[in-house]
């Protein structure tokens, strides 16, 4: 078999994570052609909570486009088996503080509303900042509306 590359290991927690319904999951091609063009970057997170070791699985990854002093996390999530274990938060606060080294002042995120991820957000300073209304189409047809978050918050904003 072959061994596990960075982007085996991010989609299996794609596959695992993303509920269908919601239709958030990109694909392999997607995940490939936004890394191809060198400003989108990824972290991984093993289930013991640091980084996986070669042919190690991944519990959780985050995706972020940098744009100038500006970031958009783009995907983040934790396999179901690995959640509610501070795997998220861990995984969140790393990626923050690395954007921050690398000179991001302002990190963007959309968020289909009533997903319980707005907590951890919340939690870790994120504020919602916009609202587009029935933003996102469910599989079953189903418009839901999508919160805007952003950390630290705009100025006008607090
Ligand atoms: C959102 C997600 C990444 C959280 O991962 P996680 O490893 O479970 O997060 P943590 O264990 O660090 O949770 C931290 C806190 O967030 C909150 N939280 C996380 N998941 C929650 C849930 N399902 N319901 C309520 N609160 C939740 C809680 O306050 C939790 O702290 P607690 O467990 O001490 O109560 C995970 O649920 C996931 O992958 N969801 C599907 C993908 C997704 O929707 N991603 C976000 C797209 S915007």
Redesign the pocket.
């Known amino acids: 078999m072959m061994p596990r590359d960075d982007v085996d290991r991010i989609m299996e927690?794609m596959d695992a994570?993303?509920?269908p319904l919601?239709g958030?999951a990109w694909n392999r091609m997607q995940i490939e052609s936004a890394l191809a063009i060198g400003n989108t970057h990824y972290w991984l997170i093993a289930p013991h909570g640091g980084t996986p070791d070669e042919g190690e699985e991944a519990?959780?990854f985050a995706l972020v486009r940098q744009i100038f002093d500006e970031a958009e996390?783009l995907?983040?999530?934790?396999?179901?088996q690995?959640?509610?274990?501070?795997?998220?938060?861990?995984?969140?606060g790393r990626t923050l503080d690395d954007m921050k080294r690398s000179g991001v002042c302002k990190v963007m995120?959309?968020?289909?509303r009533g997903?319980?991820?707005?907590?951890?957000?919340r939690?870790t300073g994120f504020v919602p900042v916009g609202l587009r209304p029935k933003y996102y189409r469910c599989a079953n047809g189903d418009r839901i509306d999508a919160v805007t978050f952003s950390f630290p918050a705009d100025e006008q904003n607090n």
């Open positions: 927690v994570a993303f509920d919601w958030e519990a959780g996390l995907l983040f999530a934790v396999s179901p690995w959640r509610r274990r501070g795997l998220g938060a861990r995984l969140l995120l959309e968020m289909r997903n319980p991820a707005e907590s951890l957000y939690a």
